[in-house]
Every structure is written in structure tokens, then in C-alpha cells.
């Protein structure tokens, strides 16, 4: 690990984050099941674990998150290398060459997290911006690079409204983070494994499936996850403050 990317965990550490999204939007079960379920309690405990420790709770490091880290320079390549032959229309400017394909883990001197609430502890960090030459944002994008063969397989037969749900929370936490952004790419790439032959090159168009999702795509999803996420983080601060239970918080 790099010095860049401890310092982006370090920013990360409190901070409820759009990759854990999809567990704050668990409620109870049942008929009796209250809006926050066991999933999401469970997660909360870790943030007020590092609020209060200064640590992380648990870490990415597993086989999994290190293949795709290695592989995201090869999906943005691959991206670089084919997006003028995917039909996905983008801005014109793109057409003209005036938009460039931002890796912000990579291209940038911080990898980025952007904290788009003030006061309260959340934080996005997306995988990629299209960006005009001024600088302004019109896409961020979400980049999975698959181990599972099948999976990829599986996900090049599916539709784009099959695809949406599995990871439309984190989604919709790259869109609240950046509101003047009303497209989404998400690219799912099929990643190079050490132990696992190949003859196609990075940049092979097989290797990539991309799609463009608009932010009226996830309704109110945004605006319902954003009051989750304000409610969620006050709640941490007051159940440390009074020594009490998250559960005793959000249950009142």
C-alpha cells in the first residue's frame, strides 16, 4: 500500500462511505421490522468503532479488493481505448476529443473523496470522471472488475435494468456527491488474474461492458438514501455523546 492510498483510508476512517450504502438501506424484518435492520446496526457500530478509536474496523485487503485494484488501470485503458466505438451517447464535446477520461485513483495527486454534505460524515469516492477541459464534470463512473468468470458472463446477458440493482446505493452516494452530474457509467471488466490464462490483450473489446445510467433512473432512491445516511450519522454522535446504543437513538 502506498502513501496515497493510506492517506485515503485514513480520510475514510468515521465516515460513512457510498461502498457501504447498500447496508444502511436495510430495514428490520418482518411485520414488526423497524426502517434500520441488523445489517445496517452492525455497520454503524463499526463507523462509531473508528469515531471513537481513530482506527479502521475492518480492512479491504482481501484477494478480491487487490485484484481489482491491480486491474482498474487496465478497465480505464480499455475505457480510453473503446469508448469511441461504444454507443453510449455522451456529450458531444467527447466526439470532438474535448473531454478527457479521469482515473481518480491514479491521475490525480489524491485519490479523491469527496465529502458533499458540510458537517455530516459521508464521503464518495468514485472510480472515474469524464471531464471537460475547463474541468467541469458531465459523467462519474463505477468501475467492477470481475474475478468471476461466470458472473461476467452472466452480466454481458443481462440488461441494464437487470444490472442497476446490484450496486445502485453506491450508486446513487456518486451522484449525491457530485449534483451537478446527471450521468453514471458503469463499466464491468473482465480482470486479468495471475494464475489464470489469457491471449487477449487489456484493451480487447470482449474484455468490457459499459453502461450509462442517468440519475432519473434511481427516482427517488437519493433523496431517501441522503436522509438515511444525515440520520444514520447523528445518530453515531449522540449514541457516543450519551453513551447509549445506536439502536436507543434511531428507535426513538
Known amino acids: 500500500m502506498d502513501d496515497k492510498e493510506k492517506r485515503w483510508k485514513q480520510k475514510r476512517i468515521g465516515k460513512i462511505t457510498s461502498s457501504c450504502l447498500s447496508k444502511i438501506n436495510t430495514g428490520g424484518r418482518g411485520k414488526s421490522g423497524g426502517k434500520y435492520g441488523d445489517t445496517c446496526f452492525c455497520y454503524l457500530y463499526e463507523v462509531m468503532y473508528e469515531r471513537v478509536t481513530g482506527e479502521e474496523a ?6 478480491n479488493f487487490r485484484i481489482g485494484r491491480e486491474n482498474e488501470p487496465y478497465a480505464v485503458q ?20 474535448l ?8 491521475d490525480l495527486p489524491e485519490i479523491v473523496f469527496d465529502e458533499p454534505f458540510g458537517g455530516v460524515k459521508f ?4 472510480d472515474i470522471k469524464l471531464r471537460k477541459q475547463d ?25 441494464p435494468a437487470d444490472l442497476i440493482d446490484e450496486h445502485k446505493e453506491q450508486m446513487c452516494g456518486h451522484f449525491m456527491a457530485n449534483p451537478g452530474v446527471d450521468k453514471l457509467l458503469y463499466l464491468v471488466y473482465d480482470a486479468i488474474i495471475e494464475d489464470v490464462e489469457t491471449s487477449r490483450d487489456i484493451s480487447d473489446p470482449s474484455r468490457g461492458i459499459v453502461i450509462i ?16 445516511i444525515r440520520e444514520a450519522d447523528a445518530a453515531v454522535d449522540e449514541a457516543i455523546r450519551l453513551g447509549v446504543k445506536i439502536e436507543t437513538v434511531l428507535n426513538q
Open 58 to 63: 475492518s480492512g479491504l485487503d482481501n484477494a
Open 78 to 97: 480499455w475505457l480510453r481505448d473503446n469508448i469511441a466505438s461504444l454507443d453510449l451517447n455522451l456529450p458531444p464535446e467527447y466526439a470532438m476529443g
Open 99 to 106: 473531454i478527457e477520461i479521469e482515473h481518480c485513483s491514479v
Open 123 to 126: 464521503g464518495d469516492s468514485p
Open 135 to 159: 474541468g467541469a464534470c458531465v459523467a462519474v463512473g463505477e468501475i467492477k472488475c470481475l474475478v468471476s468468470k461466470g458472473k461476467f458472463q452472466k452480466y454481458k446477458m443481462s440488461t
Open 213 to 228: 445510467y442517468d440519475r432519473s433512473d434511481f427516482g427517488d432512491l437519493i433523496d431517501e438514501l441522503e436522509a438515511r
